[in-house]
């Protein structure tokens, strides 16, 4: 046809809200030979990736490994120094930028809300690949952002200012905008390194309901390697900007692999609530003889 | 104009007790209902501000027309121009005072616009284009075409259009590393400003004692008495630029959350910042040209209008009013609050704006939330 | 830093600070020979430093519109010959040009620095901080108002002014968390400068008499006004810039520890108040009694330091020691190409610094990759 991938998401008005809509997405973002560079600085290098469509993908790895960098690769914001980033087969590069953005949505790092804005203006914004030239709101955004509000949990915040809020609050709405957006794939830069355990546990929740009811493909940078495992159906592990492992958290989260891509000793146990892989640090001051004698023998 | 900017799009606090309530206990009921109740307080606030600010407008064009007597001869003129019976019209209304604050309301209007597209583009509430240098460039261009070239009139006006447009897109050029920052396009701007108030200054040495005077007065800005052709190329040019306002607006709500953020949501930031900027250059070159670089107007319609609705964005249609409030006042002022001394409008507003600015700036800063 | 023993506090700070490249190396080779090469490296550039500004004084005195070949100028500083014209030239026109030039061109490098300093940022000059527009709306009210003419009878006034201006600037930008930052202060001075424009101007339109004396003081310039009563006025200056100058050589240590940041500084002994008001009185003193006497020029104070920065490091030491020679050289510099770029006609040494200088920041700021820019 006309060259535009195609999702499975029209209902009879060719606008359904997609909380509504039971097929799961099935759009393939994946990467061949990427590059990506600041600078003529390489961070990533030569990268061959496939996210799987509809699964929690995690990507970890130590500080300036370049996950950071690869997200903005695939959200294209980033311009591919050699390589491609293939969405549906065709390069992401080449689609209007405003049919990528009702397909892939990106929450960075520590975003940053203007000025005084309400959290019902926030979410709103996240409409805006779907209208226009001009502001055109309809009542469809109406709903989707009330939809989107209610998912968060934020829905008593809606007339609050968002810098009154805290931090568990706060991206609980950047959420919410991202869900307003509407995206078949949703890449999030460390959505819970600020924020304490409670809220960590009740994002990465959040998360979760997002990918199986609506079937949204997420793809997350996470510091945890050990939330990771329990969240992630795919966990992707970098390391210098290189690929270091890609599958399921069982199968990739060993002791080896810590060892060589985060420099560290550490155990790799069962986690005991969910069974996935738990990595357990031993630094240096608490090595049991036992432990010395294991790791050297 | 307003009607695209007006749209249901834009959101405020709640200010009202009533509406608190009301959304309160709507999201009891439907998840949509919230954010729209909210928005619609929202707008209710809205259209009460800008009525106010309306209104404001008018009491201040009618005291500027029937400033010095002559009331019952402005209403003549405005019912002849309205075609109702009994009306007469009159030279000092229709050729002395009507274009005066006819060209006032526009270009109060255009250069609030632009000082409000400047500063949420690159987001910093005191960069504005009468302190990067973009208005500063329109004197100096004037400055020479009426020192050296020895032309005046619409000649002039060329030149000054020509020059603001010039060191917008020096400023532009220069500051341009990857990408704009706001930050980098404040300094170079700055920079360009005092290169070219140097150059003013030293055609200001070499001209003839009587030339100086039409130089000086092209460095503060003047309304002067128009005619109506240049108010109707002012008013044209606005017409023209409105829709390109609309659009940018629309940008603006994705461009103010970020360059990543703005990407994700299907914006190509560079493009659309420089969008923004070449619509806020416009609209200061073609005001300039006619009246001026009228200190501080620019500047301080952003702030202000924001100040009236807070949280809703950058308020361009509240940006505009004000500006056209602030350039009406300042010339009644410049006309008549200085006894017999009848000096141009650009002073007026240096001299209340320097101060309101310094104020800006000391509050801004203490609050952190800065430059 | 190997983390088996802590460093020697002091002897890192000063490595650190004398020289980039010296502080890389100085981790690893011994004390004295680090410091014995940052130390010969800034001997090297202060004698190149004079070098250049003996080569700018030999310009001034030998170029202009009537070239007077050095043998000449030698002659005549030696054995004046009354009645040669070449000997008038040199010693009652550009003699004290040049003396002139050399007092508020170290007195603008030295401000410039000590502001740089002070505020810990690269951008900071007087000229982009209101001090000049000060002094301009004192001067053309001292003009208007009290009728005064002379150059030399401007010079409290533009002095008076130009602190004002510079209280005002830094007061208002140094508000807030984060102190005075780049962009407001230049904002600020921005703005101030705006407002007192608009001042100057309705005085210039009201009153014609007065446009004409202003608007030739107000290019910074060192044309006529080293001589005759310009000599009285410098002569009456000078003890302020002398203390200013005095001040800027004791601040010097005290403006290292406060580049490394307000609680390291703190924490090294230093009295932040104390020495932000010394540094200020210095600024006040300096930059006002160069704008007092030569009328507004920006940018020298601005460019001295970073001219001298890639050779000296950032010690602000050894910064205001070669800032007194740079920034004379750099003015006077200016006035020669002045004198020979429209002979026989003259552009003001203050245009020239203006023209170089805008496009040499505009060059800075697309560079600095520094915090806040």
Redesign the interface.
């Given at each position: 046809m006309s060259g535009r991938p195609t999702g499975e998401r029209s209902g009879p008005d060719g606008r359904q809200p997609r909380g509504h809509d039971p097929h799961p997405r099935s759009h393939d973002l994946r990467t061949v030979g990427l590059d990506l560079a600041y600078d003529d600085r390489v961070v990533v290098h030569d990268l061959d990736l496939a996210i799987p469509p509809g699964l929690i993908t995690a990507v970890v790895g130590p500080n300036g490994c370049g996950k950071s960098t690869l997200l903005r690769g695939l959200a294209r914001l980033l311009r591919p120094h050699a390589g491609q980033v293939l969405l549906d087969g065709h390069p992401v590069h080449r689609l209007p930028s405003r049919q990528v953005a009702e397909l892939i949505g990106i929450l960075p790092q520590s975003p940053v809300a203007p000025d005084g804005i309400t959290v019902a203006d926030l979410v709103g914004r996240g409409r805006y690949p779907h209208q226009g030239w001009f502001r055109r709101w309809t009542s469809t955004d109406d709903q989707v952002v009330g939809d989107a509000l209610a998912a968060t949990g934020t829905a008593d915040l809606a007339a609050r200012r968002v810098d009154e809020l805290s931090g568990g609050q706060r991206q609980r709405v950047w959420l919410a905008m991202a869900l307003a957006q509407d995206p078949d794939v949703l890449l999030l830069d460390e959505p819970t390194t600020f924020l304490d355990v409670t809220h960590q546990i009740e994002v990465l929740d959040l998360l979760t309901d997002l990918n199986r009811q609506r079937g949204t493909t997420v793809v997350m940078v996470l510091h945890d390697l050990n939330l990771a495992a329990r969240y992630a159906d795919h966990l992707v592990v970098l390391a210098d900007g290189r690929l270091v492992a890609a599958g399921d958290p069982a199968d990739v989260l060993t002791a080896e692999l810590v060892a060589s891509a985060f420099g560290l000793t550490a155990r790799v146990v069962g986690d005991p609530v969910t069974g996935t892989p738990m990595v357990v640090p031993v630094g240096r001051h608490h090595r049991t003889p036992s432990l010395v004698a294991r790791d050297l023998g | 104009m307003s009607a695209?900017l007006l749209?249901?799009?834009a959101?405020?606090?709640?200010v009202s007790p009533g509406s608190?309530r009301s959304?309160?206990s709507s999201?009891a009921h439907?998840?949509?209902?919230?954010?729209?109740?909210?928005?619609r307080?929202?707008r209710r606030r809205t259209r009460r501000v800008l009525g106010a600010l309306v209104l404001l407008l008018l009491v201040a064009v009618g005291a500027s027309l029937t400033w010095g007597g002559l009331t019952g001869e402005v209403l003549g003129h405005l019912g002849a121009l309205l075609g109702l019976p009994g009306g007469e019209e009159s030279f000092v209304v229709g050729t002395l005072r009507l274009p005066r604050v006819a060209m006032s309301v526009l270009a109060g209007v255009a250069f609030g616009l632009s000082g409000t597209l400047f500063q949420t583009v690159l987001r910093?509430p005191?960069?504005s284009p009468?302190?990067l240098g973009i208005s500063g460039g329109a004197s100096l261009a004037a400055a020479w075409a009426i020192l050296v070239l020895g032309v005046s009139g619409a000649a002039v006006s060329a030149a000054a259009f020509g020059g603001a447009l010039t060191v917008a897109a020096a400023i532009y050029l220069?500051?341009w590393?990857?990408g704009v920052?706001g930050?980098?396009f404040?300094?170079?701007g700055?920079?360009?400003?005092?290169?070219v108030?140097?150059?003013l200054?030293?055609l200001?040495?070499r001209a003839a004692?009587d030339e100086?005077?039409a130089v000086?007065?092209w460095?503060?800005g003047s309304i002067g008495t128009p005619r109506w052709s240049a108010v109707g190329l002012l008013a044209g040019a606005l017409v023209v630029l409105a829709p390109a306002v609309?659009?940018a607006?629309?940008r603006l709500?994705?461009l103010?959350?970020?360059?990543?953020?703005a990407?994700?949501?299907?914006?190509?930031p560079d493009l659309a910042r420089l969008g923004v900027l070449a619509v806020g250059v416009a609209l200061a070159a073609v005001a300039t040209s006619q009246v001026g670089p009228i200190?501080?107007v620019a500047f301080v319609s952003g702030p202000i209008a924001?100040r009236l609705l807070?949280?809703?964005?950058p308020a361009l249609p509240a940006s505009a009013l004000v500006g056209a409030v602030v350039v009406v006042l300042a010339e009644l002022v410049a006309q008549h609050g200085l006894g017999s001394?009848e000096?141009?409008v650009?002073?007026v507003?240096?001299?209340v704006?320097?101060?309101y600015?310094?104020w800006l700036?000391?509050t801004?800063?203490?609050?952190?939330?800065?430059? | 830093m190997a983390g088996d023993s802590r460093p020697d506090r002091r002897w890192f700070t000063e490595v650190m600070l004398t020289s980039p490249a010296a502080a890389v190396a100085g981790l690893g080779a011994g004390r004295t020979s680090v410091r014995g090469a940052v130390r010969r490296r800034l001997l090297v550039t202060l004698l190149v430093a004079a070098g250049l500004l003996l080569l700018a004084v030999a310009a001034s005195l030998a170029l202009g519109a009537r070239p007077i070949p050095l043998a000449t100028v030698l002659d005549a500083l030696a054995h004046r010959v009354p009645g040669d014209v070449d000997h008038s030239v040199v010693l009652d026109q550009r003699l004290p040009r040049t003396v002139l030039g050399l007092v508020v061109g170290a007195a603008l490098g030295l401000a410039g620095t000590l502001m740089q300093g002070v505020t810990r940022n690269p951008l900071a000059d007087p000229g982009l901080l209101g001090v000049n527009a000060g002094a301009s709306v004192a001067v053309v009210l001292a003009i208007a108002v009290l009728g005064v003419t002379a150059p030399a009878g401007f010079v409290w006034f533009a002095f008076a002014g130009a602190a004002a201006a510079a209280a005002l600037v830094y007061g208002v930008g140094a508000i807030g968390r984060e102190g005075a930052t780049p962009v407001k202060l230049v904002l600020a001075g921005t703005a101030l400068s705006a407002g007192l424009t608009s001042v100057v101007t309705l005085v210039l339109l009201t009153d014609t008499a007065a446009t004409t004396s202003f608007r030739f003081w107000q290019v910074g310039s060192l044309a006529g006004r080293g001589t005759g009563d310009g000599a009285t006025a410098l002569l009456a200056v000078a003890p302020f810039l002398l203390v200013g100058a005095l001040l800027a050589a004791v601040c010097g240590r005290s403006l290292d520890l406060l580049s490394l940041g307000d609680d390291l500084a703190r924490s090294l002994g230093q009295r932040l108040g104390r020495t932000r008001a010394l540094v200020a009185v210095a600024v006040v003193l300096l930059a006002g009694g160069a704008t007092a006497l030569a009328g507004p020029i920006a940018f020298v104070g601005l460019v001295v330091p970073h001219a001298l920065r890639p050779f000296v490091g950032p010690s602000y030491r050894a910064l205001l020691a070669g800032s007194v020679l740079i920034g004379p050289a750099v003015l006077l510099s200016a006035d020669v190409v002045g004198r020979l770029v429209v002979r026989p006609g003259e552009l003001e040494a203050g245009l020239v610094v203006a023209l170089v200088g805008a496009p040499v920041m505009i060059a800075m700021v697309r560079r600095a990759k520094l915090a806040g820019l």
């Open positions: - | 695209a749209s249901p799009g959101s405020g606090p709640d608190a959304s309160g999201s439907a998840a949509s209902g919230a954010p729209a109740a909210a928005r307080a929202g910093n005191l960069a009468d302190v220069l500051s590393r990857g920052s930050y980098r404040v300094l170079v700055v920079s360009l400003a005092f290169a108030s140097s150059g200054g030293y200001l040495t004692v100086v005077r000086l007065v460095t503060v609309a659009v607006a629309h709500r994705a103010e959350l970020g360059d990543d953020l990407g994700g949501l299907g914006v190509r200190a501080f924001r807070p949280g809703t964005g001394l000096v141009p650009g002073i507003t240096g001299l704006g320097a101060p600015l310094l700036l000391a801004l800063n203490r609050k952190g939330h800065g430059a | -």
